[in-house]
């Protein structure tokens, strides 16, 4: 049996712990007046859970990360994936949340009340809580310092690590830039996770032949040398300012070094087969057969959100998920892999919420694939979330409401607001004369990204 586990975030995970039913239908069609309906989907619950013995030992491990996926935003994305198939949505179910076991993880740091993406990646992936902004490192290592970083005994192991050592492939895939802090979590050990190139650790002051930069230790060190799946965003930490990418986009690097290159030069001398990949086109080509490694970096930032890419050119999250378990599982003893949908979390920085729904969506389509993919006698599946967001969900609409509009309500102001809504952000209106402004004919998000 797949041993299926959904950790959840914050306080408030109740309700997926108790909500499974399989092949439940959403909308009409349901007697939900009816108080043995409502009895018969707890037990049919109860009993689909017993039915799933869990794994002695897993072979396979995937860990799915949903950036700044707070639990309000699983309330919002299942609502809207009904909404989007035409039900009214409330009783709408992640693929995730039909797992057999859910749980709740304290997400603070161990120097921050309020966790961000570098620590927590050190906590789920290294076992160790540390400090804000560092990775791979142990909480004896504060932020900025590399002195204290280059002190090999408080560098701390990854899962991926752990998997390697044990004759396992590893691999990690993203929306972000390959080099952003999650999936970062898996391979560095960098006191300040903004080092993605040389110029940023030259910049705080320090020589990056003492702290190698991320990038560089993604293609030349120990373990993200011997990553067999490398996809993501990031082209920019890779190549230097004089160079232009594929898409005429200039790197970031001013040690004028090309780590593309040098990856696909440590692959040659070492006589296994490997390619590199930047567009969706060659992706689809390494499908039937990946080669033994493969890099895969589709924009020069981060990958561009799914509802503003163009979907010939940009791959899913699912597309990169299902390329990365075809490659990784042809080895017997076993894979761990990393995915992470990163831009949840970027999209609730900027309050758009529509975008940020979304990203979620799409990570359960990842999820799904997963799922499709793997035996249920020797995989472990984990859907986690780092830290939460400050969205919530107002007032008392009624069952069905768009829930990407404004609640039924109105403030006793008369003005409308919305359903969700940011305690911060620049989804902040001032008020004009004392009341509220009416944002109800605001667009959603804007149709293309700035790139
Ligand atoms: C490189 O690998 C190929 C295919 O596995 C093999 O035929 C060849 O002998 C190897 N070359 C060297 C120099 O090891
Ligand atoms: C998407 O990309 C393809 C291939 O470059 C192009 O032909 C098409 O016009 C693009 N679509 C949009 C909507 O930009
Ligand atoms: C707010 O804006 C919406 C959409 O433009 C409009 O239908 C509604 O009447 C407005 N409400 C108030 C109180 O201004
Ligand atoms: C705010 O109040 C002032 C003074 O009554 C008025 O001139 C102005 O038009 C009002 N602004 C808006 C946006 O209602």
């Not at 304290?106 to 990775?135: E, F, H, I, P, R």
């Amino acid at each position: 049996m797949m041993l299926l586990v959904h950790l959840l975030m914050g306080a408030l995970a109740v309700s997926a712990v108790a909500g499974a039913v399989t092949g439940a239908v959403t909308g009409a069609g349901r007697d939900e007046s009816s108080a043995a309906y409502w009895h018969a989907e707890a037990q049919a619950g109860i009993a689909a859970r017993l039915a799933r013995r869990p794994a002695e030992r897993a072979r396979n491990v995937i860990m799915f990360l949903g950036d700044g996926m707070s639990v309000p935003t699983l309330a919002a994305a299942r609502t809207l994936l009904g909404q989007r198939q035409g039900a009214t949505g409330e009783e709408a179910k992640l693929t995730f949340e039909t797992f057999p076991t859910a749980g709740l993880v304290k997400t603070y740091c161990v120097n921050a009340q309020v966790a961000d993406s570098a620590c927590t990646a050190t906590a789920y992936l290294c076992g160790a809580k540390a400090n804000q902004g560092t990775l791979g490192l142990s909480a004896a290592v504060p932020r900025w310092d590399c002195d204290a970083s280059t002190d090999t005994s408080q560098h701390v192991e990854s899962i991926a690590e752990w998997a390697l050592a044990d004759g396992r492939d590893a691999g990690i895939v993203t929306t972000t830039r390959i080099t952003h802090a999650s999936p970062a979590g898996t391979f560095a050990k960098a006191a300040n996770r903004h080092w993605e190139n040389d110029a940023e650790v030259r910049q705080a002051g320090y020589d990056p032949q003492r702290c190698p930069d991320i990038a560089h230790q993604l293609v030349h060190n120990y373990p993200g040398n011997q990553f067999k799946v490398i996809l993501g965003g990031g082209r920019r930490e890779f190549i230097p300012t004089s160079s232009l990418d594929e898409e005429g986009r200039s790197g970031r690097r001013t040690d004028g070094r090309n780590l593309i290159e040098e990856w696909q030069r440590d692959k040659v001398s070492r006589n296994v087969s490997h390619r590199y990949i930047w567009n969706r086109d060659q992706l689809m080509d390494s499908y039937s057969s990946p080669p033994q490694y493969l890099l895969g970096l589709f924009e020069n930032n981060h990958l561009q959100y799914h509802l503003q890419a163009n979907s010939s050119t940009e791959p899913t999250l699912a597309e990169l998920t299902e390329v990365a378990i075809r490659s990784l599982r042809r080895n017997e003893k076993g894979f761990f892999l990393f995915v992470e949908g990163g831009r949840i979390d970027h999209a609730h920085h900027d309050n758009l919420v529509e975008l940020a729904l979304d990203e979620t969506l799409e990570m359960d389509k990842a999820v799904a694939t997963a799922t499709k993919m793997l035996s249920e006698d020797d995989s472990l599946i984990v859907v986690t979330a780092d830290h939460a967001h400050v969205m919530t969900i107002n007032g008392y609409s009624g069952r069905g409401n768009d829930i990407l509009g404004p609640s039924r309500e109105v403030g006793r102001d008369g003005v409308p607001y919305m359903t969700l809504s940011y305690a911060n952000g620049p989804g902040f209106r001032p008020h004009v004369n004392g009341t509220r402004q009416n944002v109800t004919a605001e667009p959603n998000y804007p149709p293309t990204s700035l790139k």
